[in-house]
């Protein structure tokens, strides 16, 4: 073994080392996330990581997701009952140009003959009204709300456009992204048989003398590359799924697996 083996090694030493330290600060900043989406204290006994999670075949219908999205997302609802009072204000200031109809009704009494001091007979009279009142100038100030509210309710229509546009844009992104999380889960999947299986000759050879400790290593290096491609390819898996269910407002996992 020449110096520059050995040099190399404590290089691998060190950046070993370096990432073991990294993966550790991640793992403590995890965990404070963890804190602070719980909205408290972690519970007192250790968590229990796991990596057995249920990924299943997406056998979703991106077009019958959108359309089921633009029927029930709540943000779209949002803007349609928006849209709805802004039609109502919008006829509320059209009808300012209609005339005004009053109708007034009264009654009057009075003494027929005071002479004799006789109240008992009484003059009634009824009197009926009713008057039409037409503003023809108030100085554009109809015609100011209704430009006002008509705005307002194309401003409501352009919302919801464009809120449905963004929905369908985020449902198609998010399921193209979960059909390639499927496709490198089932790929990370087979390089894991692989990898194992490779590991399994590495350490019979190595037992027999065929092969280096530093070809064991390497094969566990590549076992545990692919045990980790593994486990991100199934939480982008979940994350692709999140976010389509997000952008439908549908509950897209299936009974009993695990969240």
């Known amino acids: 073994m020449t110096k520059s083996d050995i040099l190399q090694a404590r290089l691998s030493l060190n950046r070993g080392e370096v990432a073991?330290?990294?993966?550790?600060?991640?793992?403590?900043?995890?965990l404070l996330a963890l804190r602070t989406l719980l909205g408290g204290e972690l519970p007192d006994a250790p968590l229990a990581l796991t990596s057995d999670f249920d990924v299943f075949n997406p056998a979703f219908n991106v077009d019958n997701l959108v359309a089921r999205a633009l029927e029930i997302h709540p943000s779209l609802r949002e803007v349609e009952a928006q849209e709805a009072a802004d039609a109502a204000s919008l006829w509320i200031a059209r009808s300012a140009y209609l005339p005004g109809l009053q109708f007034q009704y009264s009654l009057s009494r009075s003494v027929v003959?005071?002479?004799?001091?006789?109240?008992?007979?009484?003059?009634?009279?009824?009197?009926?009204?009713?008057?039409?009142?037409?503003?023809?100038?108030?100085?554009?100030d109809r015609h100011n709300q209704i430009s006002q509210a008509n705005a307002a309710l194309e401003s409501a229509r352009a919302e919801e456009r464009r809120r449905a546009l963004s929905l369908e844009e985020t449902i198609r992104a998010a399921h193209s992204r979960l059909m390639t999380a499927h496709a490198a889960h089932r790929a990370n999947l087979a390089s894991v048989e692989l990898a194992e299986e490779d590991l399994k000759l590495g350490e019979g050879r190595y037992r027999t003398g065929a092969g280096s400790f530093v070809d064991l290593l390497d094969a566990r290096v590549r076992a545990a590359q692919a045990e980790t491609d593994l486990i991100a390819s199934t939480y982008d898996f979940f994350l692709a799924l999140v976010q389509l269910e997000l952008g439908t407002g549908l509950a897209l996992f299936p009974e009993g697996t695990a969240q």
């Not at 073991?20 to 995890?30: F, G, I, P, S």
């Open 20 to 30: 073991a330290l990294e993966a550790r600060q991640v793992a403590q900043e995890a």
């Open 113 to 140: 003959d005071t002479s004799g001091f006789n109240f008992s007979e009484f003059d009634d009279r009824n009197f009926y009204a009713l008057s039409l009142n037409w503003q023809l100038f108030d100085g554009f």
